[in-house]
């Protein structure tokens, strides 16, 4: 990002002039209102050049006449006069969520089908059926009740299960594989779906497991806007490591290197 954005001159990224009088900056400051600030006219620059139709404008401008009340052209000029608006800035204001979607759209949409694709595998679900225990000797015996027939899966995790899992008759999702640990979602998807699995160490604990589902994601309209704002946090993320010392600051953000940790003793 280019060196745009300052404290005391924070930009209109379409007329590309300061759009904020250096008096006001300790009034933000003292209302701790700087992050925000700057959080908000990082975006400004970026949908700056975003465009929208007329009809577009005309829409987001009844809607916004409707969140706000405003049911004549009197109450419209007053709420302008009121915030000092012209009827330039309300149009903008009006249609700001739209152009920062189509901003999204515009820079990641192409490739969302490629992006879905290799990080598919996190996207997809899981249901599985969870047994742990911190006794290996319990965990090999409820293996053999549930193989033998003797007692249920949801029975024993019922009643020795020593996870959340208890209350839910060791059922456990659907859900993604991209929160679940790495080594535990290997052990999931290696697994049989309906095949208990025989005991295995885990952590502290002994884990019997049988997955029950598998559930493919799918790139619908719901997964697009998912991945379209996964892509726009991560950039987001990349803006906010490009400002300066004090910006950084401002923001919370540490800009110091970490300091390197002796290695523990095992």
């Known amino acids: 990002m280019n060196k745009t954005l300052q404290l005391g001159d924070v930009y209109d990224g379409r007329s590309g002039s300061a759009i904020l009088p250096p008096e006001i900056i300790p009034f933000?400051?003292?209302?701790?209102?700087?992050?925000?600030?700057?959080?908000q006219s990082?975006?400004?620059?970026?949908?700056?050049p975003i465009i929208c139709t007329q009809t577009e404008i005309?829409?987001?401008l009844e809607q916004f006449y409707q969140l706000w009340d405003l049911n004549s052209e009197e109450q419209i000029q007053n709420w302008c006069l009121r915030y000092g608006l012209t009827q330039e800035q309300l149009e903008l204001f009006a249609t700001r969520k739209l152009r920062v979607e189509k901003f999204k759209q515009q820079t990641w949409g192409h490739q969302l089908e490629s992006y879905f694709l290799k990080y598919k595998r996190h996207f997809d679900k899981v249901i599985y059926s969870l047994i742990r225990t911190n006794s290996r000797g319990?965990?090999?015996?409820?293996?053999?009740r549930i193989t033998e027939g003797e007692q249920s899966f949801s029975e024993l995790a019922c009643e020795y299960s020593q996870g959340t899992e208890a209350d839910t008759n060791g059922i456990i999702g659907p859900v993604e594989l991209g929160t679940i640990t790495p080594n535990f979602a290997q052990l999931l998807c290696t697994s049989q779906v309906g095949i208990v699995q025989p005991p295995v160490p885990f952590g502290d604990s002994w884990i019997i497991i049988r997955v029950e589902k598998f559930i493919s994601a799918q790139l619908d309209d719901f997964m697009r806007q998912r991945l379209l704002q996964e892509n726009f946090e991560a950039?987001?993320?990349?803006?906010?490591?490009?400002?300066?010392?004090e910006e950084k600051a401002w923001m919370g953000i540490n800009s110091k290197p970490a300091q390197p940790q002796e290695a523990k003793a095992a």
């Open 235 to 245: 950039w987001f993320q990349q803006q906010l490591s490009q400002l300066s010392p």
């Open 138 to 144: 319990t965990a090999n015996e409820l293996f053999f």
């Open 58 to 60: 005309s829409h987001a």
């Open 28 to 39: 933000l400051a003292s209302y701790n209102l700087i992050p925000q600030l700057l959080s």
């Open 42 to 48: 990082i975006i400004e620059l970026a949908i700056a």
